[in-house]
């Protein structure tokens, strides 16, 4: 029987790498959508025409009442066993500018986010006695990076939600970690990264790609990596 994967911000492209990998791994995949599901939708027909499962769902991971009713639901006819929980917005402003709201809805989606999609999961997987949380993370979480005290801020809580959530599960067989990508190439990043600054920022310059990521991800949730938990893993090419 398939393990089943739920994959928030399935949609946007590092998303759909790992949704891919995830799939290609053997994985039943659920790829989540806020707002863009015909998106997500196409990534389902893309793994299924590649003879993997899958399957769209949409919610918005800042409301927990929704998540909560839209997963349970899914995990009470099976458990989800690993959860990878990409989704993750940017409103970057210095600080001393920075509006509540822009700091508020960062942290909501990425932060909030992870409890609200976390929790009404950890029950369910905790019973089958195995099981992988990742956190997508991001080097502006171990670094700081001006103008994003925002992201940055949500970014490292990350971390410390899953050092904490690493404990809590070891017993059970379950894992949990964060990976920290630094400059990665998507459509979102190539205005904001031109080739020469990523050669002067990154050492192995060039920016990484969705599908090393990806990589990642599928190792973390391997049993090869049934020892590593409680860990923030970059992936930025040597920039730190």
Known sequence: ????????GGSGDIGKAICKRLANDGYFVLVHANSNLNKAQQIVHEIKEEQGDA?????????????SKSLSTLATKTPIQLIVHNAG???DVPLAGMQQQQWGKVIDVSLNGFFNVTQP?????MKTRWG???AVGSIAGITGNRGQANYAAAKSGLSGACKSLSLELASRGITANVIAPGIIETNMSKDAFPKEKIK????MQRAGTASEVASLVSFLASDEAAYISGQ??????GMI
């Open 1 to 8: 029987m398939k393990k089943y994967a739920l994959v928030t």
């Open 200 to 203: 002067q920022l990154v050492p």
């Open 55 to 67: 399957v769209a769902i949409q919610f918005d991971v800042t409301n927990y009442e929704q998540t």
């Open 232 to 237: 923030v893993i970059a992936i930025n090419g």
């Open 89 to 91: 917005i940017h409103d």
């Open 121 to 125: 999961l950890l029950l369910p997987m």
């Open 132 to 134: 992988r949380v990742i």
